[in-house]
Nanobody, 116 residues
């Protein structure tokens, strides 16, 4: 059974940085898509960034140039480096993994609050 544990969230001032981590267990993730979604209060969950098994990345327009997704297959871990944070980045951030065949698994989320 796939398990995902996010860490690294917290309170940060506008313009600051945070690095989220997602530790995956229960499978081999080299062939999985790994990514991050977020959900702000009163809004739907939305894609932030994802990275394929070959390293191809996709980003939401709102975070392009500020966020960077990466993965370490040896550690079964995905990262999200978030720079130049804005108040509108405040949300619960969820890690996700999708295998080549099968459904997506989700973490429980980590809260990121951007406020002065």
């Amino acid at each position: 059974q796939v398990q995902l544990v996010e860490s690294g969230g917290g309170l940060v001032q506008p313009g600051g940085s945070l690095r989220l981590s997602c530790a995956a267990s229960g499978s081999r993730f080299n062939d999985y898509v790994m990514g991050w979604y977020r959900q702000a209060p009163g809004k739907q969950r939305e894609l932030v960034a994802r990275i394929g098994s070959g390293g191809r990345t996709d980003y939401a327009d709102a975070v392009k140039g500020r966020f960077t997704i990466s993965r370490d297959n040896a550690k079964n871990t995905a990262y999200l480096q978030m720079n130049s944070l804005k108040s509108e980045d405040t949300a619960v951030y969820y890690c996700m993994v999708t295998p080549p065949v099968g459904g997506t698994s989700w973490g429980k989320g980590t809260l990121v609050t951007v406020s002065s």
